[in-house]
């Protein structure tokens, strides 16, 4: 056990410091931009600020090297995470393609789907959106019925998938298609990727609750792809789909944008007057934001078990199996507190002039529930931990 | 950067579950919490001479010198086993007051035998007021020709009925932080010790009145208010541990039973409203005991952040094991609600583990006003 950084990491974090102090647009973006709603040009300067991220080497710092990473150890990554937070950048729009496509691509693409795919991502060539979840395949994900069928080199999609952020914007899918009606269901699944740009294919905007068009419905209509875009083996895409669904939940459950929260709601404590005090020395309040605080402060430990257990080439063990839980419930109870703290405020729309934050809490509040069900419900996620981790008898 | 135990701590570990799963089975614990007195002289021989009393005594007077997470990782064993006995309050917490503010010579007369596991030492710090605020205080040491006489009455202190000396925290003045901890022998002139019940069996309880009692000039540890701050922080990340290992245990039981018991033709185990109950007790534990560690780890190696570290980890720790444990009670059903069942003991230890050194809201209350809110 040793919490100290090493000289060579504390310069690297003054550098990547100092590099955010001379980098970090000044205009446009938001520093906390969950904005699902992004016009043409707020998507060409996030594309640029990933960029002139990457092209300083703070992307995908543990990747392979052959395919735009640094090859570095994730304590470097994890540097870079938290200089993010600290000086509120812009997140990142190829978020889904490095945190989830491209780790799965590193364990189970061919040389030449990662060659041909992963200095995209890195690039915000090429933003990625998940064809996943469909009208009658939610949380049973594997009951899943979008098809394709296999003529020559190329399959032959039919079907529909829902619930796909950023499919309006996206130039790529990973996507879950039935390739063996008559296998059992797990096993007759392969994962695909698919050009958004190919004939036959329709996105239909869905509104979100929090009023955007965060998300979208997707037909496939004899949608052609082709064979070399199969990762892993013919009706073999449940692993494949589980490798990305890993990875899913642990980037949505890092703690980087939990820590930011729990800032932002410290602050909004301390300059909230109630009774002729601030919040935060409201008795009740007050430990309800400790108790808050010690919950981010574990989680934040516990990610940093994981870290160096994967240093150290060890399993996780059960612990790796909650972080979706915690962090995505965590983030939604921090923003709950926050909606109290505001009382009438709490009532208002975003784009009110009265406002708090321009909004940010009201929409936090709803856009944290959101991710409470995506990549599988918390309901869905405590079958996992019992499951897998605990290895209770399956019911289903 | 690196968070996780050593393979040393590791090998402490297995050695640790291993050695109470063979010597203290739920079956030996209930024999021990039989006993009058609640204590296992045998069993507290052979912990003895595995080292673990000695674990954080330095080496000078016979102990292994290491530090508050090598501890933290044995106590974690000791819940998970529901350890009767005084181990805890003697070998965690009395031994680091001693390491701690101790001179040569009541280290010498206490310290190296409480390592032996020749002596059982102690710590009182409350009293009927249940504060744990130097400022609230009523124990008085009074300056005597030959050291302080002591004078008061300690409430809720664990194996004072066994101990060879305790651990007393006093007032020396009239300041709020005037307080010291001194030493005093249990069979002093003046000492007097009565047995509470307590609810928790493995665990025993008694009041120690102090009239009158004498104690030479070496019997005051140095590091006064500070000293008390530090015992209650090692007492703090001690009772965490052991809710750690008694929220796994409970969990573990739990799920075993789960497994087993059949209701509507199969395990409960496969329904969902047993599979969420024991998620959440695993969502709550596995980043609690990363806070533990780093509450240990920080209690020895990052003066500035110890505190905060020990507050927060008593405060989840005590919480997430009271939850579990309830939780597991109800998942067992009828039996759980049983004398029978084991699972009551770990049910009230989390109770006791919850209250002593700190409730979750003192804690929290002090993570707020180190955090500066």
């Known amino acids: 056990m040793d919490l100290n950084f090493t000289s060579e990491e504390a310069a690297f974090r003054r550098q990547v410091r100092a590099w955010l102090d001379d980098n970090l647009p000044t205009s446009g973006l938001r520093g906390f931009d969950r904005n699902a709603d992004r016009d043409q040009s707020t998507l060409n300067r996030l594309k640029a600020w990933q960029r002139r991220v990457q092209e300083a080497g703070y992307l995908a710092l543990a990747w392979p090297k052959e395919y735009g990473g640094q090859a570095m150890d994730p304590v470097r990554q994890s540097i870079v995470n938290e200089e993010m937070v600290r000086a509120k950048a812009p997140a990142l729009i190829g978020g889904m393609g490095i945190a989830m496509v491209g780790p799965t691509l590193i364990s189970w693409g061919d040389d030449e789907q990662k060659t041909r795919y992963l200095p995209k991502i890195l690039a915000a060539e090429e933003i990625w959106c998940q064809g996943y979840s469909e009208p009658g395949a939610g949380s049973d994900l594997a009951s899943l019925r979008t098809r394709a069928i296999l003529e020559g080199d190329e399959f032959v999609v039919n079907g529909q998938k829902v619930w796909t952020s950023n499919a309006h914007f996206a130039d790529m899918m990973f996507c879950l298609v039935r390739t063996d009606p008559d296998a059992p269901k797990h096993r007759g699944i392969s994962y695909v990727l698919i050009d958004m740009k190919t004939p036959g294919i329709t996105v239909k905007p869905l509104v979100q609750m929090t009023g955007e068009r965060g998300f979208n419905e997707v037909f496939f209509d004899n949608v052609r792809v082709p064979r070399q875009n199969l990762v892993g083996k013919l009706n073999e895409g449940w692993m494949v789909a589980n490798a990305t669904l890993f990875h899913e939940r642990n980037m949505l459950g890092s703690t980087t944008t939990t820590r930011m929260l729990l800032n932002r709601l410290k602050a909004l404590a301390a300059s909230t007057m109630r009774g002729g005090r601030p919040l935060a020395q409201d008795p009740v309040f007050r430990q309800r934001l400790a108790d808050l605080e010690i919950r981010v402060e574990a989680m934040n430990y516990h990610m940093l078990r994981q870290l160096t257990d994967s240093i150290r080439g060890r399993n996780p063990g059960l612990g790796a199996w909650v972080n979706k839980l915690v962090g995505t419930e965590l983030n939604h109870d921090l923003a709950t507190a926050a909606m109290e703290a505001m009382g009438d405020y709490a009532t208002l729309a975003r784009d009110d002039r009265h406002a708090l934050d321009r909004g940010f809490w009201p929409y936090e509040w709803m856009f944290s529930l959101g991710l409470v069900i995506g990549g599988g419900t918390s309901h869905i996620q405590k079958n996992i931990i019992a499951e897998r981790g605990l290895k209770l008898p399956k019911s289903r | ?373």
């Open chain 2, 1 to 373: 950067m690196d968070f996780g135990l050593s393979d040393e701590q590791e090998q402490l570990r297995a050695s640790a579950r291993s050695f109470l799963a063979r010597e203290c089975p739920a079956r030996r614990m209930r024999e021990i919490v039989a006993d009058a007195a609640g204590l296992a002289p045998e069993l507290d021989r052979q912990i003895a001479q595995l080292g673990w009393t000695g674990l954080i005594v330095p080496e000078q007077f016979g102990g292994a010198g290491l530090g508050m997470l090598d501890m933290a990782v044995l106590l974690e064993e000791c819940g998970y086993a529901a350890l009767p006995g005084p181990f805890l309050f003697s070998a965690a917490i009395a031994a680091f007051a001693l390491a701690a503010g101790g001179g040569e010579e009541i280290n010498s007369r206490w310290l190296g035998p409480l390592a032996a596991g020749d002596a059982i030492g102690t710590v009182a710090i409350a009293e009927a007021n249940d504060s744990l605020n130097p400022a609230e205080l009523t124990t008085v040491a009074r300056p005597a020709p030959s050291g302080a006489v002591l004078n008061g009455v300690k409430m809720f202190v664990p194996y004072a009925q066994a101990a060879q000396f305790i651990v007393v925290a006093a007032r020396t003045g009239p300041g709020p932080r005037e307080v010291a901890l001194f030493v005093v022998d249990a069979r002093a002139p003046g000492v007097k010790v009565r047995p509470l019940k307590s609810l928790d069996l493995t665990r025993r309880l008694a009041i120690v009145e102090l009239d009158g009692v004498l104690v030479e000039p070496a019997a005051r540890l140095s590091g006064d208010a500070a000293l008390f701050d530090r015992v209650l922080d090692a007492g703090a990340i001690a009772i965490a541990a052991d809710a750690i290992g008694g929220t796994q245990r409970a969990l573990d039981m739990a799920v075993e039973y789960a497994q087993v018991r059949e209701q509507f033709g199969k395990p409960i185990g496969s329904f969902q409203a047993i599979k969420h109950a024991a998620a959440e007790i695993v969502a709550d534990l596995e980043p609690t005991r990363a806070l533990l560690w780093y509450a240990a780890y920080a209690f020895d190696a990052l003066p500035r952040e110890a505190a905060r570290a020990a507050a927060m980890a008593k405060a989840r720790a005590a919480d997430v094991y009271s939850r579990a444990a309830g939780k597991a009670v109800l998942m067992h059903g009828g039996i759980g609600f049983t004398w029978e069942h084991d699972i009551h003991f770990w049910f009230k230890r989390a109770r006791l583990d919850e209250s002593l050194f700190g409730a979750p809201p003192f804690h929290r209350e002090r993570v707020a006003a180190l955090g500066g809110y």
